[in-house]
């Protein structure tokens, strides 16, 4: 037993997987043996949900099937429903309004005695969760502002259909899209902390829901998903203050703050998905002749270089870029966290199942550091 503490987990080995590659000397990010940019142009979030859960990507027969699949599980029962109205009407954060709708999910799943080791079942539920998220978000997001759920449509892929469900109105070709994108870079990345998460919950064979839940609770940190909304609201900071960008991050740097976005513990280098963001916000840009988030990102990376911070590997991260990008798609930015988690849900399912596949209970230790032995005394004693 080694006692070297390793402060974080820092690049520790934990497991074997065969779902994604992150090298982060190079920044490289693979899927299954596919480049992050081919999958992210050419496959659809559904395909790539399907090549994480079933190993390779789908023919045209099984993809046509395992979309129609996952939308025959859109609808939520009206008592989630009913709850989501509760939690928007109580002011409730986007992210902990779905932690405790998915968490809720659970008490109308139809195979919820399911034997957890019964794997084909995880994945089941698993597409149920997949299919229900985007319906929870959009619910809750129209009841904030005092309307009605829109009824999802299974003609519409994954990411058009949210569209659709939060706007009432059918996103056009660009804007679907867009979205799909971002869904398709976020789906998975390594021993990530919440997909982590996910995996500890399930390697103490709990059912999927409460893994699935987990990774929402840990997404949801500064840290980690929680930094896409941090990053848009230093935008809107930098834009309502009368300094431009670049002061903005001076001062910031002198007041200690870190700069949301940048930063990755295993990427030393640029994000690949930050490389495909940035692209996809310039053509967004320049096709709406807006182009005011993109200067200031810009402009906050190119200061930062100069600055020596990529040198120290402190590089762009995909939440840098994907917030811009939601903007001009008209979300929310309270909603960037969740729609993370919206995308990432594939992921964890993929991590859960392949985990138990060979199950090992997770259980580290740490090393104590506090008294041995100390003399108990009785509470009206003290
Ligand atoms: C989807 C995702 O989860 S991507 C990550 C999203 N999170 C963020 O963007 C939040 C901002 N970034 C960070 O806080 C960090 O970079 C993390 C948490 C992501 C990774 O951190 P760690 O691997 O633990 O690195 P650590 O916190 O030790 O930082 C190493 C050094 O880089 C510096 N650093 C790291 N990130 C930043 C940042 N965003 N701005 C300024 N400095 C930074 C630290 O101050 C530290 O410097 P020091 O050694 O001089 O003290
Ligand atoms: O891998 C990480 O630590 C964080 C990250 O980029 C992700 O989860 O997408």
């Known amino acids: 037993m080694s006692d070297e503490l390793k402060r974080g987990l820092e690049g520790v080995l934990v497991a074997e997987s065969d779902l994604s590659y992150v090298d982060g000397e190079v920044g490289r990010l693979v899927y299954r043996g596919y480049d992050i940019e081919d999958l992210a142009r050419g496959a659809s979030y559904e395909e790539v949900v399907y090549l994480l859960w079933h190993g390779s990507l789908p023919t045209r027969e099984e993809l046509d099937a395992f979309a129609a699949d996952l939308a025959a599980e859109r609808a939520v029962d009206d008592d989630v429903l009913d709850t989501v109205q509760a939690l928007a009407d109580a002011g409730e954060r986007p992210m902990a309004a779905l932690r405790t709708a998915v968490s809720m999910l659970s008490a109308y799943e139809p195979e919820g005695d399911a034997d957890p080791a019964d794997l084909d079942a995880t994945l089941r539920k698993g597409r149920r969760i997949t299919a229900k998220i985007p319906t929870i978000l959009a619910a809750f997001e129209r009841a904030r502002q005092g309307e009605d759920p829109v009824a999802p449509d299974p003609d519409l892929s994954h990411a058009a259909n949210f569209l659709y469900m939060l706007t009432g109105t059918e ?127 810009t402009a906050i990376e190119e200061y930062l270089t100069e600055q020596g911070l990529l040198d120290k590997g402190i590089a762009p991260n995909v939440d840098f870029y994907s917030g811009s990008v939601y903007d001009s798609l008209g979300i929310p930015v309270d909603m960037y966290t969740p729609i993370f988690a919206m995308s990432r849900a594939g992921g964890w399912i993929a991590h859960v199942v392949e985990y138990q596949e060979d199950n090992r209970l997770i259980r580290p230790r740490a090393r104590y550091t506090g008294p041995k032995d100390s003399e108990f005394v009785p509470v009206d004693e003290r």
């Open 171 to 297: 996103p056009d070709e660009v804007s679907a899209e867009t979205f799909d994108m971002a869904l398709t870079l976020h789906a998975d990345h390594g021993f990530n902390a919440s997909t982590f998460t996910a995996i500890v919950i399930g390697s103490t064979m709990a059912d999927v829901y409460s893994g699935v839940t987990g990774g929402i609770g840990a997404l949801s940190g500064p840290l980690h998903g929680g930094a896409n909304q941090d990053v848009m609201e230093v935008l809107q900071e930098v834009d309502a203050s009368d300094k431009d960008p670049v002061q903005w991050v001076k001062d910031a740097r002198d007041e200690g703050r870190r700069i949301p976005g940048f930063g990755h513990r295993v990427y030393k280098v640029k994000d690949p998905r930050a490389n495909i963001l940035e692209e996809k916000l310039r053509d967004l840009s320049e096709s709406s002749g807006d182009t005011k988030w993109l200067d200031y990102t």
